[in-house]
DNA sequence: TGAATTGTTATCGT
DNA sequence: AACGATAACAATTC
């Protein structure tokens, strides 16, 4: 369940302890996980050095020195964490540095995905824009909705629109936009995707501030948590308005509303 | 026990 | 044919 804000809390995190570190070790229980297998993982990692931990999208980006990058999915239940005595659960693979230090990749769902590539884009080439970054602007915003028709919650979830959006932001955006996530893309009027992106951007912002969202079992320790308007809030009130939160579904995924921030289309 | 969870991909239909 | 909608899937927890 990480979405942009968290995994950019999580590279921040781990940078300090991997940038010009030299991975000596990678050991896999789970062969899934690894792309294109655990052997061509560590055939390409083993024996070079971090030398620049990065996002795009929801990938941790590992780019290695002299040549190759590594690439971490955490889809929905995965955790980069340090060996340090305790024992965690669901440890599926795990990297050792030349210091000593042990990275555990845990992952209870095993849906998480560890990839090397020599090329960057092997990976990354289908994702949209960084929603963070200085070219995303409402003019593009609007010309990438404008290229496709269908729902609004679906494109803003779609990785090759925007990369780094999930559900929980998605949700959190569209209220605060006042746009309702069944609205078709060509309703949208200029100042709603003036205002939609604006919301994108601020919410993200306020969620790497402060680190994050909680997330059930599988990702504590997240500040944002508390400062979400809508996710999770099914039947409380509104924090604008006092009407209560009305939980849906959009496209099989988990839905909140508020009836009359967001007015349903007709 | 089975419903819920989510990003990705396969498949269906227009 | 290309795109949008929908279903299936990975595996686990409560």
Not at 222 to 242: E, F, I, P, S
Request: overall charge positive; proline content about 6%.
């Amino acid at each position: 369940m990480p979405e942009l804000p968290e995994v950019e809390t999580i590279v921040r995190r781990l940078r300090p302890a991997l940038q010009g570190r030299r991975i000596v070790g990678f050991s896999s229980r789970w062969r899934k996980h690894a792309h294109p297998s655990v052997e061509a993982v560590r055939g390409g990692i083993v024996g070079r050095t971090v030398q620049h931990l990065g996002r795009r999208g929801k990938w941790i980006v590992f780019d290695l020195a002299p040549a190759g990058h590594m690439l971490v999915h955490l889809r929905m239940s995965g955790r980069l964490e340090w060996a340090d005595g305790h024992r965690p659960r669901h440890v599926r693979a795990w990297w050792d540095l030349e210091d000593g230090q042990r990275l555990l990749f845990c992952d209870a769902r095993k849906f998480g995905r560890i990839h090397f590539a020599t090329q960057l884009a092997e990976v990354t080439s289908e994702l949209g824009i960084e929603p963070l970054s200085r070219g995303f602007t409402p003019a593009v915003l609007r010309a990438r909705l404008a290229r496709r028709r269908g729902r609004l919650k679906p494109l803003l979830l779609d990785q090759t629109l925007i990369a780094g959006l999930g559900n929980i932001y998605v949700d959190e955006a569209l209220h605060r936009s006042g746009l309702h996530p069944l609205l078709p893309s060509t309703a949208l009027a200029a100042a709603d995707i003036a205002r939609l992106h604006g919301a994108i951007r601020a919410v993200l912002r306020e969620a790497i501030r402060h680190e994050g969202t909680t997330i059930d079992w599988g990702y504590p320790g997240g500040g944002m948590q508390k400062r979400l308007r809508v996710y999770g809030r099914g039947g409380a009130a509104c924090h604008t308005c006092g009407t209560p939160i009305v939980y849906l579904r959009v496209g099989q995924r988990g839905t909140h509303v508020c009836p009359c921030c967001q007015p349903a289309p007709s």
